[in-house]
C-alpha cells in the first residue's frame, strides 16, 4: 500500500509557481522592506510584524542568517556581550559565560531560532533576490527597491539584460552588512556619503552601532553592520550583540514614523 497520497509531478510545479506568485504580487506594496536577512534584519522583521506591519525581508543569498549561522573562522560558534543574551533568553537558545559578561553559544541553534521566531511572526522572504536600484518620488523620498535575481549579477553581460522588477514599501531599512547596499544607491546618485567601515574595536563599535541604528535618508532606516559603514565606525568582529539590539531599534524607529505619518 503507497504511503503518500497520489499527486502529480505538473501538480507539484503548479503548486509552488501559484503560491510563490501569489505572495509576490501580494507583498508587491509592503509597509516595510528589509534588504538583509543577517541577525540585524530577522530581529528587525519579528518585531515589526509582530507589531502587525506588512514585513518582506530580501535576501541575496539562498539561505537566511548571513554570518549568524558560522560565527567566528568557520568554527559555529557565536558570542554575545550583556546584556543582549537576553535575546538568547527570549528566543530560547542555551549559553554558556565565558567570561564575565561574555556568552557563547551554538551559531546554528542561535540563528535557526532566530529565523524560525522571524518567520511564526509572519515575515515572508525573497531568497536570490538582490537590489539593482531603489524607487524614488518627487520629494526625493524613498519609496522602495528595485530587484533581480542574483544569479543575473554572474551571468557574461550579453546573456544577462534582463530587466528588474520594483517593490514598494513605506520603509526600508538596509541591513545588508559591510556593503550597506541600498545606502549605496543613494550614493551613486549623490544623496548621502558612506564614510566607510573603520578597523576593528569591538567595544566600541557594539555601542556605537546600535546608538547610530536609524534613519539616514527619508524611508530609509539602516541596521547592522551598513551603520558601520556608513558612520565610518569600527568593525566588530563574530560578537552579534549589537546586530540582535540594532535590528531591535531599526523595528522602534520604523514604528515611530509610521505612527508619525498615521498621526
Known amino acids: 500500500m503507497p504511503i503518500f ?31 538583509g536577512a ?25 539561505y537566511l542568517g548571513g554570518g549568524f549561522w558560522i560565527g567566528g573562522y568557520l568554527m559555529n560558534k557565536v558570542t554575545i556581550r550583556a546584556p543582549a543574551q537576553q535575546v538568547l533568553d527570549e528566543l530560547g537558545v542555551p549559553y554558556q559565560e565565558a567570561e564575565e559578561g561574555l556568552f557563547v553559544a551554538d551559531a546554528p541553534y542561535a540563528c535557526s531560532k532566530l529565523i524560525a521566531a522571524t518567520c511564526d511572526a509572519g515575515v515572508k522572504f525573497l531568497n536570490m533576490t538582490m537590489v539593482e536600484d531603489i524607487v524614488l518620488r518627487d520629494d526625493n523620498r524613498l519609496a522602495g527597491v528595485v530587484v533581480n535575481w542574483t ?29 550597506a547596499c541600498v545606502v549605496r544607491r543613494l550614493e551613486q546618485r549623490g544623496l548621502v556619503k558612506i564614510a566607510g567601515e573603520g578597523p576593528m574595536w569591538i567595544e566600541k563599535s557594539e555601542d556605537a552601532v546600535v546608538e547610530h541604528s536609524g534613519e539616514i535618508y527619508p524611508g530609509l532606516i539602516i541596521a547592522g553592520m551598513a551603520v558601520s559603514a556608513v558612520y565610518g565606525l569600527p568593525r566588530m568582529g563574530p560578537t552579534f550583540g549589537a546586530m540582535l539590539l540594532s535590528g531591535e531599534k531599526a523595528a522602534e524607529a520604523v514604528l515611530k514614523m509610521i505612527k508619525g505619518t498615521a498621526a
Do not use: C, W
Request: without cysteine.
Open 151 to 179: 544569479p543575473i549579477a554572474y551571468l557574461p553581460r550579453e546573456i544577462a539584460s534582463l530587466d528588474p522588477v520594483p517593490l514598494e514599501a513605506k520603509i526600508t531599512i538596509d541591513a545588508t552588512g559591510h556593503d
Open 38 to 62: 543577517g541577525p540585524s534584519g530577522l530581529m528587525a522583521g519579528k518585531a515589526l510584524a509582530e507589531a502587525g506591519l506588512k514585513t518582506l525581508i530580501v535576501e541575496r543569498n539562498n
Open 5 to 35: 497520497h497520489p499527486a502529480k509531478e505538473k501538480d507539484v510545479t503548479k503548486a509552488i509557481a501559484r503560491s510563490f506568485l501569489r505572495q509576490l504580487e501580494d507583498y508587491a506594496e509592503s509597509d516595510v522592506i528589509i534588504v
